[in-house]
C-alpha cells in the first residue's frame, strides 16, 4: 500500500512546512526553551484529533507525548525523537539558522537532520495512518523530547523516571541510523542497533613548585601531565568486534566487492583491522571512515590547562579526557584501565574527577521490527543494501535500552551526494539542511515500516 502520487504531494507540502515552522523554534540548549516548540506539536497534531500532553523537567523545557491507540494485540512502538538543537552562529551560515528557509528542494536550517527532520517525519506518518485509518494492532506513541543534546536527563530521562507509563514500550525508533552509505554499485541503508558509551572524566597531576630557573629543584606538575597524556593518548585498546560490527562488516562485504575481501580478513582475524583499513584508505576512504571509530575503546585528550608565569614551574596541570566505550564494556571498566595505566606515573601523585557518564547499549538485530525495517527499505530501493550499526556517539535510545526496549536508530535518508553535498552529513555544521525529496522519502519509509509492523 504506497501512497499515491496526488497524497505525496500533499504530504510534501505538509512535512515540508511542518519542518519550516519547527526550525523556526531557536530550541539551543543551552538553555532549550523546547516548551514552545511542544505546544505547536501539540496543536498541529490536535487538528488530527490527536491528544497531547507536555511535560516539563523545568520551566519551558516541554517534552510532548502523544499516542495512536492500536488493539493490544501486539507490543507498542515509540517513535522517539528530540526538539532542542546545538547552538548556530548565524554569521557563519548563508541561510538564518532558524528561518526555516526553504530554497533549492531544501528545508534549511538548525536541527534539520539533527533531528527535527525527524520530528517532522514522525508527526507526519503519524498523521497518515490515523487519516488513512490504519487498524493498528498496538499503540503507536510519539515522544519529542527536551535536552537531548545535553545529555537528556531533562527530557527522556525524566520521562522514564517520572512518568514511565506514558512513553515506554517495547519497540523504539529513533534518530542515529537510517541514511544510506554510497557504495559501488548500491546504496546501504543503516540501522543504528547499538552505541558506544561515554567517560569523559579530569586529570590532576600534582607536584612540588620551583623557579623555573632551577628545574631540578622542583617535580614539574606539567612534565608529569605529559606523561599521563602520552601513556592514554597512544594507549590501543584490544579490538572487539561487537555483533552490530560483524554484521555490518558482513553487510558491506556482501555489497562492495572493493571491500570484500579485506573485510573478509577482519572478520576473521580482528587484530589485523588496523593493517587491513591502513591498506584500505586509498581506495575507500569514506567506509574506512565509517569503520575506524567502531572497532575500539578510545580515549582522547582534549583539553588541557597549567602553569600560570613564565618562570614559575606549576605544582598543578589538569588535562581532559574523552573516552568512548565500546558495548558489553562498562565506564567503571574503562576507569580502572586508566588507573592501570598510569601506575607508572605515580598514582599518588594524581587525581581523578568524573565529568560525565553514560554507558554503552546494544540491541539485537534478529528482531521482527529489524526484518521489517529491511523489507520495506528493499521495496522503496530494490537490491539495496540494510546493515546494522554501532555510533561512536550515543542518543537517547540508551535510556531505553536499560528498561529493555530494542531501540533502532533509523531516520530514512537517500545520499545527498548527487546534490554536491559531502557525504559527511551536516549536523551540527553549517548550513545544516535536508532535501524535500529526502523529507517525503522518510515519511513513506517510516509509515510503511509502522503499517507493516502493526498491522
Ligand atoms: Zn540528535
Known sequence: ???????????????TNLLSELIRFDTTNPPGNETKAAKY???????????????ESAPERG????????????????????????????????????????????????GALDMKGMTAIEVMALKLL??????????????ATADEEMGGLGGADFLLRNHKEKVFAPYVLNEGGGSA??????NVFTVNTAEKGLLWFRVKAKGVPGHGSMPEAADNAIMRMN?????????????????????????????????????MRMLADPESSDSVLDGLEKTATTIVDEVRPRLRMTITPTMINGGFKENVIPSECEAVFDCRVMPGQTTEEAQSLVRKLLYD???????????????????????????????????????CGVAPLLMAGGTDSRFFRRFGSVCYGFHPMRSETRYGLKPTRREHGIDERISVENLVFGVS??????????T
Not at 76 to 87: C, M
Not at 249 to 256: F, G, I, M, V, W
Not at 361 to 369: I, Q, R
Open 1 to 15: 500500500m504506497k501512497m499515491n502520487v496526488d497524497l505525496l504531494r500533499e504530504t510534501e507540502e505538509e512535512v
Open 63 to 110: 517534552s510532548v507525548v502523544t499516542r495512536l491507540k492500536g488493539t493490544g494485540e501486539k507490543p507498542n512502538l515509540l517513535l522517539l525523537s528530540h526538539l532542542d538543537v546545538v547552538g548556530a552562529n548565524a554569521e557563519e551560515w548563508s541561510v538564518n539558522p532558524f528561518g526555516g528557509v526553504i530554497k533549492d528542494g531544501f528545508v534549511w536550517g538548525r
Open 130 to 143: 490515523e487519516r488513512n485509518g490504519v487498524k493498528l494492532r498496538g499503540d503507536v506513541v510519539l515522544a
Open 41 to 55: 506539536l501539540t496543536e498541529t497534531l490536535g487538528q488530527d484529533g490527536f491528544k497531547c500532553e507536555v511535560f
Open 445 to 454: 519509509v517510516l509509515y510503511e515500516t509502522i503499517r507493516r509492523f502493526m
Open 227 to 263: 606523561k599521563v597524556v602520552e601513556k592514554l593518548g597512544n594507549y590501543r585498546e584490544k579490538i572487539v568486534l561487537v555483533p552490530t560490527t560483524k554484521q555490518f562488516l558482513r553487510e558491506l562485504a556482501a555489497e562492495d566487492e572493493s571491500v570484500r575481501g579485506p573485510f
Open 181 to 186: 552509505i554510497p557504495t559501488l554499485s548500491k
Open 345 to 383: 606515573v605515580g598514582l599518588d601523585k594524581l587525581s581523578f574527577e568524573n565529568i560525565q557518564i553514560q554507558e554503552a547499549s546494544e540491541s539485537p538485530v534478529e528482531t521482527p521490527l529489524y526484518s521489517v525495517i529491511a523489507s520495506v527499505l528493499r521495496d522503496f530501493e530494490p537490491g
